[in-house]
């Protein structure tokens, strides 16, 4: 039987919804433990032991400045409200430091913009305030930390000339550090560890690595902060080795010439399972020259679907656009940690008036959170079948050539590769439609080879929470609509 997709949810839900109603994946949301509960898994290969909440991080980054409706801290409630409701829970903020976002004074210092107070251990404890916020919410928080050097007129250069190398790169209008002495190593890591310990945050983005500081200041300090028994994370801006000091790399995907992608968009043009399978564009620097543009042989990888960076060579703004199908088919139903810029979710308005085209400029306009709301309620949809299956959507073998995703085969070979998420007896079969009409589709079960095995199942459209079939079908037969995707669930009956 052929069972039409109801484009969905989306359409069910346009004019009934008042302002603010709709799907609350805040419930779903995994809970915060203490650092002493939390289990350290280590793994082969040159990644450090992760915390085990790692692999359930939905990551969606924040600029203060522009996302809150205040300008500063004091109205980011509103903010973690909206990412538990989508059901996010882990918030890089960009950097809070003194001074110019990614040009400032030094990460021993707080922004008084932000925190909107004079003295220093009134910020500190503003952020603090924040943190907590987030950790009710059981969302984590990690702040972006600049590696490159200081802005021109912070002090610290007057201090410490001997800790620089130099005049930064033109545009970043600063002074760059000098890895090289020791001295300044040793004071990075404490200044990284005392952020931990005086905020309660939950690790860092480390804008520019592996280059600039390397791996070592990093590593001590989170060396030390374990000491301390604090159990952290460190994400890398650019695709590293990971030398036992980062858990994953914003960057992920490697183009020639050791160029990032800065868009997320990449299993738009390729086939999604081949390139998993064969580590393809999941490359990596050491931080000393040396350069892959394959791998995929470490545990963890992101994708990253926009970032402040994203917007700033093509003018294109958001990644997804308000596309299902780049959302949720290129990013939350496949086997990465998902990180995207604020705004994506519902497709915030992007105005190529802004600074150098960077996406953090860009003011988040929550009026229009609730124009796009159809949009948004999909992606939440798309979330919560994600944090409701977490046996398969968080299954993370050591190396993720070995994710738990195939190929599946339907009627329409010439569109993106339609592929399976599976383990325990059950598959999520994840089937876009990124033609120009809708399609009727006929999906192939490969029973053996997600594990099923010879029994009955039952067939559920998760999308639209309907049962669609059981028994031995040998196929999912369903319509689904131009620039739409379906999501099946195949599953042992219940006896």
């Given at each position: 039987?052929?069972?039409?997709?109801?484009?969905?949810?989306?359409?069910?839900?346009?004019?009934?919804?008042?302002?603010?109603?709709?799907?609350?994946?805040?419930?779903?949301?995994?809970?915060?433990?203490?650092?002493?509960?939390?289990?350290?898994?280590?793994?082969?290969?040159?990644?450090?032991?992760?915390?085990?909440?790692?692999?359930?991080?939905?990551?969606?980054?924040?600029?203060?400045?522009?996302?809150?409706?205040?300008?500063?801290?004091?109205?980011?409630?509103?903010?973690?409200?909206?990412?538990?409701?989508?059901?996010?829970?882990?918030?890089?903020?960009?950097?809070?430091?003194?001074?110019?976002?990614?040009?400032?004074?030094?990460?021993?210092?707080?922004?008084?913009?932000?925190?909107?107070?004079?003295?220093?251990?009134?910020?500190?404890?503003?952020?603090?305030?924040?943190?907590?916020?987030?950790?009710?919410?059981?969302?984590?928080?990690?702040?972006?930390?600049?590696?490159?050097?200081?802005?021109?007129?912070?002090?610290?250069?007057?201090?410490?000339?001997?800790?620089?190398?130099?005049?930064?790169?033109?545009?970043?209008?600063?002074?760059?550090?000098?890895?090289?002495?020791?001295?300044?190593?040793?004071?990075?890591?404490?200044?990284?560890?005392?952020?931990?310990?005086?905020?309660?945050?939950?690790?860092?983005?480390?804008?520019?690595?592996?280059?600039?500081?390397?791996?070592?200041?990093?590593?001590?300090?989170r060396e030390r902060l374990l000491s301390f028994g604090r159990k952290i994370i460190?994400?890398?801006?650019?695709?590293?080795?990971?030398?036992?000091t980062f858990d994953f790399d914003q960057n992920a995907f490697m183009l020639p010439?050791?160029?990032?992608?800065?868009?997320?968009?990449?299993?738009?043009?390729?086939?999604?399972?081949?390139?998993?399978?064969?580590?393809?564009?999941?490359?990596?620097?050491?931080?000393?020259?040396?350069?892959?543009?394959?791998?995929?042989?470490?545990?963890?990888?992101?994708?990253?679907?926009?970032?402040?960076?994203?917007?700033?060579?093509?003018?294109?703004?958001?990644?997804?656009?308000?596309?299902?199908?780049?959302?949720?088919?290129?990013?939350?139903?496949?086997?990465?940690?998902?990180?995207?810029?604020?705004?994506?979710?519902?497709?915030?308005?992007?105005?190529?008036?802004?600074?150098?085209?960077?996406?953090?400029?860009?003011?988040?306009?929550?009026?229009?959170?609730?124009?796009?709301?159809?949009?948004?309620?999909?992606?939440?949809?798309?979330?919560?079948?994600?944090?409701?299956?977490?046996?398969?959507?968080?299954?993370?073998?050591?190396?993720?050539?070995?994710?738990?995703?195939?190929?599946?085969?339907?009627?329409?070979?010439?569109?993106?590769?339609?592929?399976?998420?599976?383990?325990?007896?059950?598959?999520?079969?994840?089937?876009?439609?990124?033609?120009?009409?809708?399609?009727?589709?006929?999906?192939?079960?490969?029973?053996?080879?997600?594990?099923?095995?010879?029994?009955?199942?039952?067939?559920?459209?998760?999308?639209?929470?309907?049962?669609?079939?059981?028994?031995?079908?040998?196929?999912?037969?369903?319509?689904?609509?131009?620039?739409?995707?379906?999501?099946?669930?195949?599953?042992?009956?219940?006896?």
């Amino acid at each position: 039987m052929l069972h039409k997709m109801l484009l969905p949810l989306a359409l069910l839900l346009a004019g009934t919804a008042v302002p603010g109603a709709g799907i609350d994946n805040s419930d779903l949301i995994p809970a915060i433990l203490p650092d002493s509960e939390v289990r350290l898994e280590a793994v082969p290969g040159r990644s450090p032991a992760s915390p085990d909440w790692v692999k359930s991080l939905i990551i969606v980054e924040v600029n203060v400045e522009t996302a809150s409706p205040t300008g500063n801290f004091s109205g980011m409630e509103k903010v973690l409200d909206h990412l538990a409701e989508t059901g996010v829970n882990g918030i890089w903020l960009t950097p809070i430091n003194e001074g110019v976002q990614y040009g400032n004074n030094g990460v021993h210092t707080l922004n008084r913009a932000l925190t909107n107070r004079d003295k220093a251990e009134e910020r500190w404890a503003v952020v603090k305030q924040f943190v907590d916020a987030a950790h009710r919410r059981n969302i984590r928080v990690f702040v972006d930390v600049v590696s490159w050097g200081v802005t021109k007129t912070a002090p610290l250069y007057k201090e410490k000339p001997e800790w620089f190398s130099g005049p930064a790169h033109p545009a970043w209008q600063g002074w760059d550090w000098n890895w090289k002495n020791p001295e300044l190593n040793e004071w990075f890591a404490s200044r990284l560890v005392d952020f931990i310990l005086l905020t309660g945050a939950d690790g860092f983005r480390a804008d520019c690595a592996p280059f600039s500081a390397g791996y070592g200041p990093y590593r001590t300090a989170r060396e030390r902060l374990l000491s301390f028994g604090r159990k952290i994370i460190l994400f890398g801006e650019n695709g590293s080795t990971r030398e036992k000091t980062f858990d994953f790399d914003q960057n992920a995907f490697m183009l020639p010439h050791k160029k990032p992608r800065m868009r997320g968009d990449v299993f738009m043009e390729k086939n999604i399972v081949d390139m998993i399978k064969n580590g393809e564009e999941l490359g990596w620097f050491d931080g000393r020259g040396a350069f892959s543009e394959n791998g995929g042989n470490e545990r963890f990888y992101a994708l990253t679907l926009s970032s402040h960076d994203s917007a700033h060579s093509d003018k294109r703004g958001y990644t997804a656009a308000g596309n299902p199908i780049t959302f949720g088919y290129g990013m939350i139903f496949a086997p990465f940690i998902p990180i995207w810029y604020i705004g994506e979710e519902w497709n915030n308005p992007y105005s190529r008036q802004i600074p150098s085209y960077w996406l953090w400029a860009n003011r988040i306009d929550w009026r229009k959170r609730e124009e796009n709301r159809d949009f948004y309620e999909l992606v939440k949809r798309m979330i919560r079948i994600r944090r409701q299956y977490p046996e398969i959507f968080e299954e993370f073998p050591a190396s993720h050539r070995n994710a738990n995703i195939l190929k599946v085969q339907t009627n329409h070979p010439e569109l993106l590769q339609a592929y399976a998420r599976y383990r325990n007896r059950s598959a999520i079969f994840v089937v876009p439609n990124n033609g120009t009409e809708t399609a009727k589709f006929r999906i192939t079960i490969p029973y053996r080879e997600t594990g099923i095995g010879d029994t009955d199942v039952t067939v559920t459209d998760l999308l639209n929470e309907k049962q669609l079939d059981s028994g031995r079908p040998e196929a999912i037969e369903a319509e689904i609509p131009a620039g739409m995707l379906g999501v099946y669930l195949v599953t042992m009956q219940k006896k």
